[in-house]
């Protein structure tokens, strides 16, 4: 069973279409408040489930994002929600193609932000495999000295420093085990390039300005591949645009929603 963070859900139950958020990796649900804030104050129904192991959502021993999209499937149903735009950074784009593979007639729209389709090359499946035991050594600030520094555009640390904190602090939150049971699925997710091309929904592709994790030309490689695609690349953000350029993020995600609620 998982946890999630919402706003008017209530209405949901009522309702044939709502957003869904999934979060980066190794934060939490927690990551979207604004979003959740923002979007509520408009009516609009948002699900930010936690991922296994997060803020009191079940654990669950080697999970893989299938596990997940079935999770995830299950929670919309117990909320009345027909359908979904999926909106999914990082991590979240991962488990967000894989929704739509599991689930395409529940989504209605997928936001694919500061994401990459591809899954792992052996090198970097070599890399999360050393990060794994580095954090097993040494615990979960382990893994915030190591994500942390590629989190943020340079501008970040030091404008808004009480973010990179507070982003500190969410990791910290997190156990040895359960940040290594999601890096263990992020290894050994499905490879979504395939599929780019059959994606019929309506798309938005966000990405930060300096992402050095999912840089502009990976996303621009998403782009190209889904047809009718909008590619948005946000200035002054990193890999958390989200947090980094909030407002503008948001503006941008409820501009996609209301051109496609004007359309259905």
């Known amino acids: 069973m998982l946890t999630w963070r919402s706003a008017n859900t209530a209405e949901g139950s009522r309702s044939r279409h709502a957003l869904l958020l999934l979060h980066a990796f190794p934060l939490s649900a927690a990551m979207w408040q604004p ?19 997060i803020e009191g959502s079940e654990e669950k021993e080697g999970w893989n994002f299938t596990d997940y999209a079935h999770e995830l499937a299950a929670l919309l149903d117990s909320l009345g929600i027909e359908r979904v735009t999926v909106a999914g950074l990082s991590m979240g784009g991962y488990q967000a193609f894989e929704f739509y593979r599991l689930y395409p007639d529940k ?17 970097a499946r070599a890399g999360r495999e050393e990060f794994i035991r580095a954090v097993e050594q040494k615990g979960a600030h382990e893994a915030a000295e190591r994500m942390i520094p590629n989190f943020f555009s340079p501008s970040t640390y030091t404008a808004k420093p009480q973010l990179v904190i507070d982003t500190r602090t969410m990791i910290e939150k997190q156990s040895v085990p359960v940040i290594n049971a999601a890096m263990r699925a992020i290894m050994t997710r499905n490879d979504a390039t395939p599929m780019l091309a059959a994606i019929r929904c309506p798309v938005l592709v966000v990405v930060g300005a300096d992402d050095r994790v999912t840089p502009k030309a990976t996303a621009a490689a998403i782009h190209d591949r889904i047809t009718g695609s909008r590619l948005l690349v946000l200035p002054d953000a990193g890999h958390l645009s989200n947090l980094e350029q909030p407002e503008e993020f948001t503006h941008a995600l409820l501009e996609h929603i209301e051109n496609l609620m004007a359309s259905l």
Request: hydrophobic residues 40%; proline residues 6%; negative net charge.
């Open 35 to 53: 979003q959740i804030d923002a979007l509520g104050e408009t009516g609009f129904t948002v699900v930010a489930p936690n991922a296994y192991g």
């Open 107 to 123: 989504i209605t729209s997928l936001v694919l932000c500061d994401t990459k389709a591809e899954n792992d090359a052996p090198e």
